[in-house]
């Protein structure tokens, strides 16, 4: 199978490729990037998903298109590159497959279409997003579906991963970890939220499934490993993994939030990024918790559990040397 990815050099990419070139001579891989890949450089091409004509020649020869390339952080500024970028990038790849009788495409959207504080959405909950990344996402993803109504014979299949963390990532997640085995950590509110996960060694395969296994229709998948944790799990978690005691204060959810509009005003004086804002105490506190029954029963069968991912992650960044200092930066 010749696959082409867009957007590929990051974290979920990087991991993807792996993946799928374990598999010797059942793929051959194209990874089209703004970015070089640090890992994968003698397969990955300088592009642009904007780029409609460079797009119509990048997927030449494709027999399936991963489409990863997105605007994703939450201080992206202006706010029309999120969607320059994730619904104009779903356009030009489109347009470009059809132009090259490429028709399948697996799309890495998010459980942000659904919003924030929702009750274990399943695939069929309401679009409800609450920032420009969920709204983009959501648009790309109608630009799909109105898609695939006018071409009934292609396959798409759409994932909606909540927040991925593993080795090498630094992104929320990473940082809450960090945080935790620091043994500093400040818990914002009752610690009774829960919070969805999926370890990316998981998620590169269920995408491996999808491509051998979901080939027909429109398909959409929430990916969570489940069961969820919450706060006050996931601390004692990481206590056990590290082999130490971590104490978790807890501050008043009014006072954190208080905290964070002070660091947006702070970061609008200086001009720069910081790392605690309102939006991310907001997201902290919130319940992220959805279903992703219908990927875990249709014969998916995730490798690790969600407790051996957090394991092999915090073994591999907090626990053993490292020998280089590649990362990967998300939300």
Known sequence: MKIVMIGASGFVGTRLIDLLRAEGANYEIRNIDLQQSHF?????????????????????????VVLLAAQHRDDVSPVSLYYDTNVGGMESTLEAMEANGVKRLVFFSSVAVYGLNKKNPNEEHEADPFNHYGKSKWQAEEVARKWYESHPDWNIDIVRPTVIFGERNRGNVYNLLRQISSGKFLMVGKGENKKSMAYVGNIVAFVKYMLENVTEGYNVFNYIDKPDNNMNQLVDHVSRVLGKHIPSTHFPYFLGMAGGYCFDLLAKLT?????????RVKKFCATTQFDATKAHSCGFKAPYTLDEGLARTLEFEFVHPRTDDIVFKTE
């Open 40 to 64: 994968f450089p003698e397969v990955t091409e300088i592009g642009d998903v904007r780029d409609r004509e460079g797009m119509r020649r990048a997927l030449k020869g494709a027999d399936a």
């Open 271 to 279: 001009g720069k990024k910081l790392t605690i804002s309102s939006v």
